[in-house]
C-alpha cells in the first residue's frame, strides 16, 4: 500500500529572478536537481517565488515542513558592509529580500533546512558569520572551486568528526559539483564547520543545536542527486522534516513504493 502524498512533508524551494528587459515581466525559476532530490527522497516540493514582504510569505511557510535553499548569483556586498566587487554577480534584489526573510523563519521556527551553494553562504551570513567576496584574492593559494568558463568542475571534500555530516557520509573524501568564487570565512554563532576542502576551506556548517536540523553545504548536491551518495543529505533532510510534522518518514515512503 503506498503512502499517500497528503501524509508526506511539504518542503518549500527558493526560486530565482530574472528580469527580461523593461516593459516585461521577470521569471521565477528553479533547476529540476532540487524538486527532483526531494521527490525521490520521499518529500513533496512546493516552489516559493520570491515574495519580499513577510505578512504575504509567512502564511505560506507556516504550511511547509522544511526548507531548501538553492544556488544562485551572490548577495549584494553593500549589505554586508563590503565594496562592490568586478566579480561579483549581484542576485536580483527582490530575490535576495526573500531569501534573508526564508533564513529569519527558518531560524525562528527550527524549521528543517538545507542550503546549496549560494544557500549556505546566505545562512552563514544571516545568522551572523561573514563570507570571503571572491576566493582567488581573499585566499589567493586556495585550490580552484569553479571552471571560469561555466564547465563543471569537481574537487574533493572531507567531513569533519563528530558532526550530522560526519555521521551521513562517514570517514574519508568525497568528489563534489563545486561552482563558488565566494566561501565562508567566519562561521556564524551557534553554528560548526562540518565538512572541509583539501586547501581548509569551510564547504559545510550545521547548526550546534541538536533539535533543529540546518545544514548547509557549499557543493551542489542536487547536480548528482541521483546518486546515493549525495541522497544521504536530502534523505536525512527530508526524514527530519517529516518527523518535526508527525508525517511519514521519507523511508517508509521508499519502503511503501519499493512493495
Avoid at 25 to 33: E, I, L, N, P
Avoid at 118 to 139: I, S
Avoid at 146 to 153: L, N, R, V
Wanted: hydrophobic share 40%; charged share 25%; glycine share 10%.
Amino acid at each position: 500500500m503506498k503512502v499517500k502524498d497528503k501524509e508526506r512533508p511539504l518542503i518549500g524551494i527558493n526560486t530565482d529572478f530574472r528580469s527580461l528587459g523593461r516593459g516585461t515581466s521577470g521569471v521565477s525559476q528553479v533547476h529540476s536537481g532540487y524538486y527532483d532530490c526531494v521527490l525521490t527522497a520521499g518529500g513533496i516540493p512546493i516552489l516559493i517565488p520570491p515574495i519580499s514582504k513577510d505578512y504575504e510569505l509567512f502564511p505560506l511557510l507556516d504550511k511547509l515542513d522544511g526548507l531548501v535553499l538553492t544556488g544562485g548569483d551572490d548577495l549584494d556586498p553593500r549589505r554586508m558592509g563590503l565594496p562592490p566587487h568586478r566579480s561579483v554577480k549581484v542576485m536580483a534584489e527582490r530575490r535576495e529580500a526573500c531569501d534573508r526573510l526564508l533564513c529569519k523563519y527558518a531560524a525562528d521556527h527550527k524549521l528543517p533546512v538545507v542550503g546549496i551553494g549560494l544557500g549556505l553562504q546566505e545562512m552563514n551570513v544571516c545568522y551572523g558569520g561573514n563570507n570571503y567576496l571572491h576566493l582567488p584574492e581573499d585566499l589567493p593559494k586556495s585550490l580552484p572551486h569553479y571552471d571560469p568558463h561555466g564547465a563543471e568542475h569537481r574537487h574533493i571534500v572531507e567531513m569533519l568528526p563528530h558532526t550530522k555530516m560526519f555521521e551521513l557520509y562517514g570517514e574519508g573524501e568525497i568528489c563534489v559539483v563545486s561552482a563558488h568564487h565566494q566561501g565562508v570565512r567566519r562561521v556564524a554563532p551557534g553554528f560548526r564547520p562540518s565538512a572541509v576542502a583539501p586547501d581548509g576551506l569551510i564547504e559545510a556548517i550545521e547548526s550546534k543545536d541538536a533539535s533543529w536540523f540546518a545544514i548547509g553545504v557549499q557543493w551542489h548536491a542536487e547536480n548528482q542527486g541521483h546518486l546515493s551518495l549525495d541522497m544521504q543529505l536530502f534523505e536525512a533532510f527530508v526524514e527530519a522534516a517529516a518527523r518535526r510534522s508527525g508525517k511519514t518518514a521519507a523511508s517508509k515512503i521508499m519502503l511503501a513504493k519499493a512493495g
